[in-house]
């Protein structure tokens, strides 16, 4: 196998068979859309999406210390989370850099799952194995032993009740448990990444097809549809949720991505990046840093990664992800700008789009949140 042939997942057939226009993502082979891409988007916030999100990192930790091992290498308290409960947290360099952002899941006393992003999974692993020298822990790449299928959508509860038998109304947000859905040993989780309720399904890869073709039997009648990767990038930035090499890169610590909540000082012990990041929160508190927003479009133009934030003739921020809206029906972006234009309303406000100063209206994230 080259260097350069493209990872497939087990639904890789599954996905081209229903037409799917595929793409490289971080050395996978995934599916991009199977059709309109605002159709899909529409689906998970009216009805549900099915998607293959195999492509996502899992590593398992064993042992009597992976606790101690987890809390050392990760900026969270980990050994505070409850068996069948999980975390969003952060690993970070020395420096306080972030490598990458992750969930991680208690399955039991001494076992825990990090799923780390597809473009970071070899990063966290080496950086997980090096950091457990010295713990009663092992650390295992768990890649190949996980095919992982996602329901989103207010319908989702309905068709993934209909498959199991397992208390999904007492699975609380941010919570696993293990079940059968059609038959099939699931990891049931319920985290999700579009701003809808919905389940993360961990199976085995040789369990993937006949899992996706259950559900998507059981979601024939509450208009599920299967999507792909480019919905679920306008999903997670209308519900405000950060994009690792976006909105979060080893360049920004969690205090300057606005996310200094995950890191937690008051856990016993030293962790890799403590001093880096006690300075860094020093830092935040008496010299802001650029605060992360969301920009509304007055026109139609998309703003894009990378472009410049304006006021007044002056370079005030940098766009880190932008995108139309289907469900505002404006182009929308995250920004990272300067602490004085960072409050909502702030006018004379713009995007540097080609020359041109597009404006824009400065608003709190997220721009979308659901009706519980």
């Known amino acids: 196998m080259s260097s350069t042939e493209l990872r497939r997942t087990a639904l890789d057939a599954t996905h081209r068979a229903l037409g799917a226009t ?17 159709d899909e988007h529409v689906a998970v916030r009216t009805r549900a999406g099915l998607f293959d999100l195999s492509h996502m990192g899992e590593i398992t930790v064993t042992g009597a210390q992976a606790a101690e091992l987890l809390n050392y290498a990760l900026v969270g308290n980990i050994g505070s989370v409850k068996p069948g409960r999980a975390r969003y947290t952060m690993i970070c360099r020395e420096d306080g850099g972030i490598l990458d952002d992750l969930i991680v899941y208690r399955l039991d006393d001494t ?15 080496d950086a997980l194995a090096e950091r457990a020298a ?33 208390d999904l109304d007492g699975l609380k947000y941010y919570a696993g448990l293990p079940g059968t859905v059609a038959g099939v040993p699931a990891l049931i989780a319920r985290t999700g990444y579009t701003g809808e309720d919905g389940f993360e399904l961990f199976v085995k890869p040789e369990h993937a097809v006949e899992l996706w073709q259950a559900l998507t039997k059981a979601g024939e009648g509450a208009g599920l549809v299967p999507c792909g990767l480019s919905c679920r990038d306008t999903l997670r930035l209308e519900a405000g949720m950060p994009l690792y090499g976006h909105e979060l890169t080893t360049a920004l610590t969690p205090f300057d991505a606005g996310l200094g909540r995950v890191v937690k000082f008051e856990k016993e012990g030293d962790f890799v990046g403590r001093a880096a990041l006690t300075e860094a929160a020093e830092r935040a508190a008496s010299e802001p840093p650029r605060v992360l927003v969301g920009l509304v479009a007055g026109g139609r133009r998309v703003p ?13 921020g940098e766009v880190t992800s932008g995108a139309p809206s289907p469900t505002l029906g404006k182009p929308i972006a995250m920004a990272y700008v300067d602490p004085a234009h960072a409050a909502p309303g702030t006018e004379g406000v713009g995007v540097d789009i080609r020359g041109s100063h597009e404006p824009y209206e400065v608003v709190a994230l997220p721009f979308y949140k659901r009706q519980k």
């Open 22 to 38: 595929m793409t490289d993502f971080a050395g996978w082979d995934m599916p991009l859309r199977y059709g309109s891409e605002r």
């Open 111 to 125: 076992e825990y799952m990090v799923v780390a992003n597809a473009s970071n999974a070899q990063v966290v692993l």
């Open 134 to 166: 010295g713990f009663d822990a092992e650390v295992r790449d768990d890649r190949d032993a996980y095919a992982l299928l996602a329901v989103q959508g207010p319908e989702s509860p309905g068709i993934l009740g209909s498959l199991t038998d397992a």
């Open 304 to 316: 894009r990664a990378g472009y410049q934030v304006v006021a007044g003739g002056e370079v005030i």
